[in-house]
């Protein structure tokens, strides 16, 4: 795992940023990207925005996108599933046409066979080039929520308390915040080749230090990366303070060749 503790949150954005399009260029067309919702990836998609319509990004065509999650229980439009967030904050506006993103189907009906679709449509698309991840407060992962399978495939799980009150600021209030979700796995989300996980502010420190440097366990599901032979890290200074080998982290970003990338 590559630790990369940051000055800020547009610095964390920049660099996700050009993780993000390394991929484009380089699978020219053919890219998967796996997008995260939630706040922490906002700025890195205002920046993947900027450098589009300034004419310095890459181009969208082609390229296929799957997101982590979705809330089930939403009239089907509404302005917090994950499928508009996702349209409203970066796809749409980086000219990744609507067919072209993909999420779990939370049609009612459908829901006992919605984590096998789901499954078969990432396989069937090649897999994920690069999987956008942040972390819950609670060490969630998607909306893995502490005790799940660390082996686990999309399926359909029930928010904690802690998540569903963490999530109220869409909602309004913490009683409109679904009970269920949609999620990828834990062994889905290993699947994907390059991990990239986003952590910022002070909410973030206990369960990222927890995720890098604690155990593996199901109790932190974020430490599932430790598993994993490619994930990147970007930190801010809050989300990062709880990191015991920040200092070494630092070092090893600074002293680190530039052929390698991240
Ligand atoms: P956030 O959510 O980016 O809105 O903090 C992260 C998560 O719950 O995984």
């Not at 992962?141 to 998540?163: D, I």
């Amino acid at each position: 795992m590559e630790v990369v503790p940051l000055d800020s949150v547009a610095e964390v954005a920049v660099l996700g940023a050009d993780v993000l399009e390394a991929v484009v260029r380089e699978r020219a067309g053919s890219a998967v990207l796996g997008l995260a919702t939630g706040s922490t990836p906002v700025p890195t998609y205002r920046e993947l925005i900027r450098r589009h319509e300034a004419g310095t990004g890459p181009s969208y065509d082609g390229v296929r996108c799957f997101t982590l999650d979705e809330y089930v229980g939403l009239p089907p439009g509404h302005p917090q599933s994950y499928r508009a967030t996702i349209a409203r904050e970066l796809t749409d506006l980086v000219g990744i046409p609507a067919e072209r993103v993909h999420g779990p189907d939370p049609t009612p009906d459908r829901l006992p066979t919605a984590g096998q679709r789901y499954e078969e449509a990432l396989r069937a698309a090649g897999g994920v080039d690069v999987q956008v991840l942040g972390i819950g407060t609670d060490g969630h992962l998607a909306f893995n929520e502490p005790g799940s399978s660390l082996a686990s495939l999309t399926r359909l799980k029930t928010l904690t308390e802690e998540t569903r009150r963490d999530n109220a600021r869409f909602f309004g209030s913490v009683d409109a915040v679904p009970r269920h979700v949609l999620t990828q796995g834990l062994g889905t989300i290993l699947r994907a080749r390059h991990l990239l996980l986003i952590a910022t502010g002070p909410a973030k420190a206990a369960a990222l230090a927890a995720a890098v440097e604690g155990p593996l366990t199901a109790s932190c599901p974020a430490s599932v990366l430790q598993t994993h032979p490619h994930v990147t890290v970007l930190a801010d200074p809050e989300a990062s303070a709880e990191l015991e080998r920040r200092d070494h982290y630092r070092e090893v970003y600074a002293a680190k060749p530039a052929w390698q990338g991240l």
